[in-house]
């Protein structure tokens, strides 16, 4: 089984390949980050992500997509998986899946919604909830590559306890500025009420960038179009947000 993506008069078939999950670390108490071993892995951008197919010993098979964690690294290849009330395929992953057990993996997919090392221009992160996966992706890159370019992670989560990648958040580094804004319960020192990501949360962050700075939204689709609408509020080019959306 393959996806054909078409690019004007090339069709470029994405085959299947085997993943053997070598690693799974907790991220909070129903994400994980997992860790998988795929030979012949093509390399990828930050931003991408990737189908995972499952097969049961009777045929039935699942595919889900999620979002890659990390930049390319070899074979190895790094995905968050949300563990979802009532998910075949989230639990499984998340909770069951032994290590050195194989699935089929299937990717890179996506061109869009991408950074890439050789980007100048001052960039505008803002997730919410497990869509911080593929912005910490971005982050790590950037680090990696040595980018002078100044990065502002917007970070949305219900509690402090949800805070996924925190070692990667909250990594001493003047090129990256993170902000974690708490919608229901905030910890005791936080100058913010509990809310939704407002006009005041990314009235600061955006006049830092230029006018054609990249801003990558990844999340649940109402938090996407809703923090997508304020940005243009504030003067932000339509034509420069990308965004991501899931649920």
Avoid at 12 to 36: D, G, M, N, P, T
Avoid at 122 to 149: D, I
Avoid at 193 to 213: F, T
């Amino acid at each position: 089984m393959a996806r054909a993506a078409h690019l004007g008069r090339l069709t470029v078939r994405i085959a299947w390949r085997a993943a053997r999950l070598a690693e799974r670390h907790v991220q909070s108490r129903s994400a994980r980050s997992l860790v998988f071993a795929v030979p012949g892995w093509p390399g990828h951008l930050p931003g991408q992500h990737v189908d995972v197919r499952l097969t049961a010993d009777d045929g039935y098979q699942a595919v889900r997509s999620y979002s890659l964690a990390a930049p390319a690294d070899g074979d190895r290849v790094e995905l968050g998986v949300q563990a979802v009330p009532g998910g075949e395929v989230s639990q499984y992953l998340a909770h069951r899946l032994p290590l050195d057990a194989d699935v089929e993996m299937r990717g890179p997919l996506g061109n869009w919604f991408v950074w890439r090392g050789e980007d100048s221009e001052p960039v505008l992160l803002v997730a919410g909830g497990s869509g911080v996966v593929p912005l910490v992706a971005m982050v790590r890159a950037h680090r990696r590559s040595g980018s002078r370019s100044p990065f502002h992670l917007l970070y949305s989560v219900r509690g402090p306890e949800e805070v996924w990648y925190r070692d990667d958040l909250f990594h001493e580094d003047p090129l990256v500025d993170v902000r974690i804004v708490y919608t229901r319960r905030s910890p005791l020192d936080s100058s913010r009420e509990p809310g939704r990501v407002s006009a005041d949360d990314l009235h600061e962050p955006s006049a830092r960038l230029e006018p054609g700075s990249p801003v990558y939204i990844c999340g649940p689709t109402g938090f996407v179009e809703s923090v997508a609408d304020l940005l243009v509020a504030l003067g932000r080019d339509p034509a420069a947000i990308r965004t991501e959306r899931f649920g």
